[in-house]
């Protein structure tokens, strides 16, 4: 039976602490669009309408949402270029390559995850200390 792996917080206010930094991220990379979008703008897809094309399913009124918190989290940059009308372009910033290594993390969990699901391996007994 695996171990669990996890360095133990030495007290609550850790804990806490831990607990709030987690949650930071997960509301900040979680969801189900803000990903796709990551993955659609590193793709070159930088406006509006090109990036709702490519991820199937999201609405313009979610996509328009999810861009404005993504731009507010630093993650990406919106450019709004002269003329008539207007063009508005997204692009990835230099602090949403710190999600890299993040990224590649749940993709590899997520392939193990799915597996592991497949196979019908999944742990049903608790993990112990």
């Known amino acids: 039976m695996p171990q669990f792996t996890t360095t133990p917080v030495v007290s ?3 804990c806490n602490a831990a607990l709030q930094a987690l949650s ?3 509301y900040a990379i979680g969801g189900k669009w803000k990903l796709r979008i990551i993955l659609a703008l590193s793709e070159g897809h930088n406006r509006f309408n090109d990036i709702q094309r490519n991820i199937e399913g999201i609405s ?3 996509l328009s949402n999810e861009l404005k918190d993504m731009e507010m989290n630093g993650f990406i940059s919106r450019t709004v270029h002269p003329g008539s009308p207007a063009i508005v372009s997204y692009g990835l910033t230099e602090y949403s390559g710190t999600l890299d290594n993040v ?3 749940l993709i590899e969990w997520g ?3 799915r597996m592991n ?3 019908g391996m999944r742990e049903t007994a608790p993990l112990s200390s």
């Open 111 to 113: 392939m193990m995850h």
């Open 24 to 26: 930071d991220a997960i």
């Open 117 to 119: 699901i497949k196979n």
């Open 12 to 14: 609550k206010i850790e």
């Open 103 to 105: 990224i590649r993390a």
């Open 60 to 62: 313009a009124r979610v």
